[in-house]
Antibody, heavy 119, light 108 residues
Framework: EVQLVESGGGLVQPGRSLRLSCAASGFTFDDYAMHWVRQAPGKGLEWVSGISWNSGSIGYADSVKGRFTISRDNAKNSLYLQMNSLRAEDTALYYC????????????WGQGTLVTVSS | DIQMTQSPSSLSASVGDRVTITCRASQSISSYLNWYQQKPGKAPKLLIY???SLQSGVPSRFSGSGSGTDFTLTISSLQPEDFATYYCQQSYSTLLFTFGPGTKVDIK
C-alpha cells in the first residue's frame, strides 16, 4: 500500500525557516517524480514544487522561487521542502504527492502538514 | 506559465443530475489534463488523467473529454458522495504544474 506521510509543519514567525519531510513507502520511490502542493485555509490547491526521480529536474512556482528548495533522498525514501524567508501568505496545509508516471498526474497524496506563519 | 481557469466556480445540483464542469488552459496542453475531487478535510483524489482516462477505482459516471485548451469533466448522474470541490490540473509543462481554481458542487 502506498503511503506518504508529511511532517515538520508548525507555527513559525515571518522571516524564519522550516523544513518539511515526506516519508514514502509501498512503492519504488526512486522510480517516480514527487511534488509539493499547498492549500491555504479555505482556498484552492496551489502547486509548489516538483522534483524528478533522480533530482535532475526541479521546478518551483513563482510564489516560492528563491525561497523554497525541494530535495529528495532516495536511499531514505524521503522528500523534503526547505522553506526560508517565510511569509504570512505561505500559511497552508502542505501535501506531498507522487506522480503516476511519465509527466502524469498525482496518483497518491499524503494527509498534509500544516504550516502557520505568524508573529 | 500556463494558467488554468474553471467554470463555473460553484454550482448547485440535485442527486441524479448530469453535471458538467469546464476547464480552459491559457495555451495548448494537448491531453495533459487531470481532474481531482476533494472533500472537506481530505486530500485530493485523482479522478481522470490524460483528459479522458478514468483512474482505477473511480466510478464510470465520471468522464472527461477535450484536448488542446478546452476540457470538460462530466458526472452523468450525481450521487450524494459526489458533492465536493473539483480541480483541473495541467501536467504539460514538465515540473511546472498548475491547478485550476476549483469548482464547488453542492446540494440544491
Amino acid at each position: 500500500e502506498v503511503q506518504l506521510v508529511e511532517s515538520g509543519g508548525g507555527l513559525v514567525q515571518p522571516g524564519r525557516s522550516l523544513r518539511l519531510s515526506c516519508a514514502a513507502s509501498g512503492f519504488t520511490f526512486d522510480d517516480y517524480a514527487m511534488h509539493w502542493v499547498r492549500q491555504a485555509p479555505g482556498k484552492g490547491l496551489e502547486w509548489v514544487s516538483g522534483i524528478s526521480w533522480n533530482s535532475g529536474s526541479i521546478g518551483y512556482a513563482d510564489s516560492v522561487k528563491g525561497r523554497f528548495t525541494i530535495s529528495r533522498d532516495n536511499a531514505k525514501n524521503s522528500l523534503y521542502l526547505q522553506m526560508n524567508s517565510l511569509r504570512a501568505e505561505d500559511t497552508a496545509l502542505y501535501y506531498c504527492a507522487k506522480v503516476g508516471g511519465g509527466v502524469g498526474p498525482f496518483d497518491y497524496w499524503g494527509q498534509g502538514t500544516l504550516v502557520t506563519v505568524s508573529s | 506559465d500556463i494558467q488554468m481557469t474553471q467554470s463555473p466556480s460553484s454550482l448547485s445540483a440535485s442527486v441524479g443530475d448530469r453535471v458538467t464542469i469546464t476547464c480552459r488552459a491559457s495555451q495548448s496542453i494537448s491531453s495533459y489534463l487531470n481532474w481531482y475531487q476533494q472533500k472537506p478535510g481530505k486530500a485530493p483524489k485523482l479522478l481522470i488523467y490524460a483528459a479522458s482516462s478514468l483512474q482505477s477505482g473511480v466510478p464510470s459516471r465520471f468522464s472527461g473529454s477535450g484536448s488542446g485548451t478546452d476540457f470538460t469533466l462530466t458526472i452523468s448522474s450525481l450521487q450524494p458522495e459526489d458533492f465536493a470541490t473539483y480541480y483541473c490540473q495541467q501536467s504539460y509543462s514538465t515540473l511546472l504544474f498548475t491547478f485550476g481554481p476549483g469548482t464547488k458542487v453542492d446540494i440544491k
